[in-house]
């Protein structure tokens, strides 16, 4: 395996967890910043052209794990791998963000939705859709259809 | 941080990163299997409703990491965090795969180019899509278009 090593940070306006949108219907259109370490300066290159980015991060203010759990967006249980739980066997969460611009060391982005000091594993251009007619969301599409009844 | 530990493995036909197709147009079509071990079971409840996973993953077989690289579909280098190569500060892969089936602690999927072994850290719900004419890919989108003239 490895060691986890940050290569940034997140600057966000969260600093608890409760303050973060969540469940159905969770808008995640929060300014922030992923502060990038200098040493990892040149890896950055030629990022400015991407308009969205995968951002691989730890959830470092979570503990333990929880294999079923009941998450905010429904009132039953699902496996921790059909849910966005931060309690995880491997406490890392992914969030894909809009870059609004690059100003050196920082990237300014929209989509915000990790607390203020969140470590950064990676960032990863956003590459390709799943075109919506061939995504299939399971249980989180039957709540939303049950709170819509 | 936290100590990544394998939630499974992937069972696919690549055994030499040389197999699997890179670059320009390469379509991952390749079908295959994560094998989650059986102590993370309860962690798969629900995961059948989902048509596409975000498999997180380990690159295992890279040793140390590159911030200036020049990938397989350019004769340009990029940043490291502008590419997907496999030599990064923090080796995690991630994949988008269809779920084809689920056969208890195997999941069938379409999409696999990782090699046979490649251990899983963390399996995700594919929730949404970035619209087409949003979606800007840098670098990437003028090398296909270099290549195409």
């Known amino acids: 395996m490895f060691t986890p090593r940050a290569i940034g940070f997140v600057r966000s306006a969260y600093n608890k967890t409760t303050e973060i949108p969540k469940g159905l219907g969770a808008k995640h259109e929060a300014e922030g910043v992923l502060e990038i370490l200098r040493e990892f300066e040149v890896g950055l290159t030629d990022i400015e052209g991407f308009s969205h980015l995968i951002v691989i991060w730890v959830f470092d203010r979570s503990e333990g794990f929880e294999l079923l759990g ?18 995880r066997p491997n406490p890392i969460g992914l969030t894909v963000v809009e870059l609004l611009r690059r100003d050196g060391l920082l990237l300014h982005v929209r989509g915000v939705d990790m607390l203020d000091g969140t470590p950064i594993l990676d960032i990863k251009p956003y590459l390709s859709s799943i075109p919506e007619e061939v995504l299939r969301r399971g249980w989180l599409a039957e709540a939303e259809a049950r709170q819509s009844e």
């Open 70 to 87: 009941t998450p905010p967006s429904d009132n039953r249980p699902h496996g921790v791998f059909a849910t966005r739980s931060p309690r």
